[in-house]
């Protein structure tokens, strides 16, 4: 398994790249900007991208989405719940003053649970509402791609449209059940592990709010 982490965009998201090393398959996780980087990294390495997958609609991770789409004809995948955003997603941007490209339909809505294979590499999608109501994170072969739901001590926000602290802390949870040992990229800033968010994150300590 190939993972390379490309941070794009002014509000530095990260986006995230695997491939089984074999059948040279790959999935991109949130192409939010530059999409000539990304492009770059794929044909440097001679991946073959089946899946674009939006953890969230949010603008700074979905602004690279049609170029991605045009170059590789990857099937974009998102939550069911997040098509409303997905939809609104070039007016959200423009009131945070960035200009987004229109959007092409998503190829698939996906569920909790399921399944998303490139090559011999097997990954379930987590539905984790709070952040936004469809987000997801990819999980398996060791690794959690967490979107905006986790960062390295925090958490994403809760105040933008679709927001749900509730819904979030729930998704904490859900996420702090993965094994010790699996090491989280998040959509912004360093990675991690489950371990040492379970001792280190904001929502490890019931008592305080976000």
Same mark, same amino acid.
């Given at each position: 398994?190939?993972?390379?982490?490309?941070?794009? %965009?002014?509000?530095?998201?990260?986006?995230?790249?695997?491939?089984?090393?074999?059948?040279?398959?790959?999935?991109?996780?949130?192409?939010?900007?530059?999409?000539?980087?990304?492009?770059?990294?794929?044909?440097?390495?001679?991946?073959?991208?089946?899946?674009?997958?939006?953890?969230?609609?949010?603008?700074?991770?979905?602004?690279?989405?049609?170029?991605?789409?045009?170059?590789?004809?990857?099937?974009?995948?998102?939550?069911?719940?997040?098509?409303?955003?997905?939809?609104?997603?070039?007016?959200?941007?423009?009131?945070?003053?960035?200009?987004?490209?229109?959007?092409?339909?998503?190829?698939?809505?996906?569920?909790?649970?399921?399944?998303?294979?490139?090559?011999?590499?097997?990954?379930?999608?987590?539905?984790?509402?709070?952040?936004?109501?469809?987000?997801?994170?990819?999980?398996?072969? %060791?690794?959690?791609?967490? %979107?905006?739901?986790?960062?390295?001590?925090?958490?994403?926000?809760?105040?933008?449209?679709?927001?749900?602290?509730?819904?979030?802390?729930?998704?904490?949870?859900?996420?702090?059940?993965?094994?010790?040992?699996?090491?989280?990229?998040?959509?912004?800033?360093?990675?991690?592990?489950?371990?040492?968010?379970?001792?280190?994150?904001?929502?490890?300590?019931?008592?305080?709010?976000?």
């Amino acid at each position: 398994m190939v993972v390379k982490n490309i941070v794009v %965009g002014p509000l530095e998201a990260n986006c995230i790249v695997i491939a089984d090393e074999n059948t040279k398959e790959a999935l991109v996780i949130d192409p939010g900007d530059e999409p000539e980087k990304i492009l770059n990294l794929i044909g440097e390495n001679n991946f073959k991208t089946k899946f674009i997958v939006c953890t969230h609609a949010h603008f700074d991770h979905i602004g690279a989405v049609p170029e991605i789409k045009k170059e590789t004809n990857a099937q974009i995948i998102i939550h069911k719940d997040e098509i409303v955003i997905y939809q609104q997603a070039k007016e959200l941007a423009s009131f945070w003053g960035y200009e987004l490209d229109s959007l092409p339909e998503p190829d698939i809505l996906v569920e909790d649970g399921q399944n998303l294979n490139i090559g011999n590499l097997k990954f379930k999608v987590l539905h984790t509402p709070g952040h936004s109501p469809g987000g997801i994170c990819i999980y398996g072969e %060791g690794i959690l791609v967490s %979107g905006d739901t986790l960062f390295a001590g925090s958490v994403g926000r809760t105040d933008l449209f679709g927001g749900d602290t509730e819904k979030l802390k729930k998704s904490f949870k859900k996420l702090m059940t993965l094994p010790d040992n699996v090491k989280v990229h998040p959509g912004h800033g360093p990675s991690s592990t489950i371990k040492q968010e379970k001792i280190n994150n904001i929502l490890s300590d019931e008592k305080v709010d976000i």
